[in-house]
């Protein structure tokens, strides 16, 4: 078993309250758990030190949204406003290669781990083929990242002349079998990749939206994420509404939580009582 001692960090400790106490510290991994926190930890035989002094410790950040496919896009959209972002960053998506995300999915993956993110949902509206997702999900099996890739129904281009065409059926036939496949056989990367669902696709039919959950649930996702926006110009849909209301899904069968102030995620409960 490979042990670890990072020694005399500045540890992020969580007290019984939740809060953070800053203390110096040392700290022994042993395998994949931390089994011991204190001062001058003695080891001997095959550990491998790491001189912490000067630098925090911490537990590895969580990033509960992100569509990694578009790191290429970096520093392009920070002056534009929504709706001129959709055309030039969203829909952007439709000229990437699935060898572009690779690149994108694994660029993302490894800054976010420099940063000290170790954990990324990715809301992955790149799907424009099969080959776009198994890219995808090469490149952050081989990253080292935890993540929910987020298996995306989105809106694609279809053609940009000599006008814009958008393709009328955001769930083509190959989509559901893939994500079946995909679902079913997570996870990846030695388990730190999973299937999820990014859905913003409110407006299909009911029975669409009611079968697709039900079969997702069914392959074994247990995260589905969203966008959501209270504002002048998106908040014309009343998403918590619909999902109680309209979308038979019930909160009562999800957690569901605000993530950030624009973004929703929910999980599958495990419960035996199913409503849909
Ligand atoms: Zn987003």
């Not at 001062?39 to 035989?45: D, L, Q």
């Not at 690779?102 to 000290?116: I, P, R, T, Y």
């Amino acid at each position: 078993m490979s042990s670890l001692l990072l020694q005399g960090g500045t540890l992020l400790l969580h007290d019984e309250n939740d809060h953070v106490i800053p203390t110096i510290s040392d700290l022994l991994i042993e395998g994949n758990k931390i089994v011991k926190i204190e001062s001058n930890i003695k080891v001997a035989g095959d550990v491998r030190l790491i001189d912490c002094r000067g630098k925090i410790v911490s537990p590895g950040f969580i990033d509960t949204h992100r569509h990694m496919w578009q790191t290429q896009l970096k520093g392009r959209h920070a002056n534009e406003t929504l709706f001129e972002y959709l055309p030039t960053g969203n829909m952007a998506a439709s000229l990437y290669s699935p060898q572009d995300v690779f690149w994108g999915q694994l660029g993302a993956a490894l800054e976010s781990l420099d940063a000290g993110t170790t954990t990324v949902v990715d809301h992955a509206h790149m799907n424009y083929s099969p080959e776009h997702n198994v890219s995808a999900l090469s490149a952050l099996a081989a990253s080292g990242i935890r993540s929910i890739f987020g298996y995306c129904a989105h809106t694609r281009v279809k053609a940009w002349s000599p006008e814009l065409q958008i393709e009328p059926d955001t769930i083509p036939e190959w989509f559901l079998k893939q994500l079946e496949e995909l679902a079913t056989k997570q996870p990846y990367g030695n388990g730190r990749v999973e299937i999820g669902l990014a859905w913003d696709n409110w407006y299909l039919p009911k029975e669409v939206v009611q079968k697709l959950f039900k079969d997702a649930r069914s392959w074994g996702i247990k995260l589905v994420t969203c966008h959501f926006v209270k504002g002048p110009t998106l908040s014309i849909y009343p998403l918590l509404s619909e999902i109680d209301d309209r979308l038979f899904l019930c909160r009562s069968a999800f957690r569901l939580g605000f993530v950030r102030p624009r973004y929703l995620t929910f999980s599958f409960r495990k419960s035996r009582e199913r409503r849909y």
